[in-house]
Nanobody, 128 residues
Framework: QVQLVESGGGLVQAGGSLRLSCAAS????????MGWFRQAPGKEREFVAA????????YYADSVKGRFTISRDNAKNTVYLQMNSLKPEDTAVHYC?????????????????????WGQGTQVTVSS
């Protein structure tokens, strides 16, 4: 069992930056592909970014490409999401998730059904 706890959310003006962290306990994150998803009010949860076990492969939704960067520090058992040039439409609860099977049996990193563990989420609010 992996427990994931997100932090770093908050209120920021448009154009600003935030860095989200996802700390894991219970097990090392080394065997897992890690992803970030978000859910805005009244909308379905959507994929934001994912990173492979080694950290050498990353994937992004078109809406955040060039603005967000996902990274991981396996020694600290933590995954990060650096968010720059934030827009009001980035306002959402942001969740991190861990997958055992992605990259081994599946390659659709944006599909949440392949993620086995989820955090509680952290709120990001971007004001215009």
């Amino acid at each position: 069992q992996v427990q994931l706890v997100e932090s770093g959310g908050g209120l920021v003006q448009a154009g600003g930056s935030l860095r989200l962290s996802c700390a894991a306990s219970g097990r090392t994150l080394n065997p897992y592909v890690m992803g970030w998803f978000r859910q805005a009010p009244g909308k379905e949860r959507e994929f934001v970014a994912a990173i492979r076990r080694s950290g050498r492969g990353t994937y992004y939704a078109d809406s955040v490409k060039g603005r967000f960067t996902i990274s991981r520090d396996n020694a600290k058992n933590t995954v990060y999401l650096q968010m720059n040039s934030l827009k009001p439409e980035d306002t959402a609860v942001h969740y991190c998730a861990a997958s055992r099977s992605l990259g081994l049996y599946h390659s659709d990193y944006a599909t949440e059904v392949y993620y086995d563990y989820w955090g509680q989420g952290t709120q990001v609010t971007v004001s215009s």
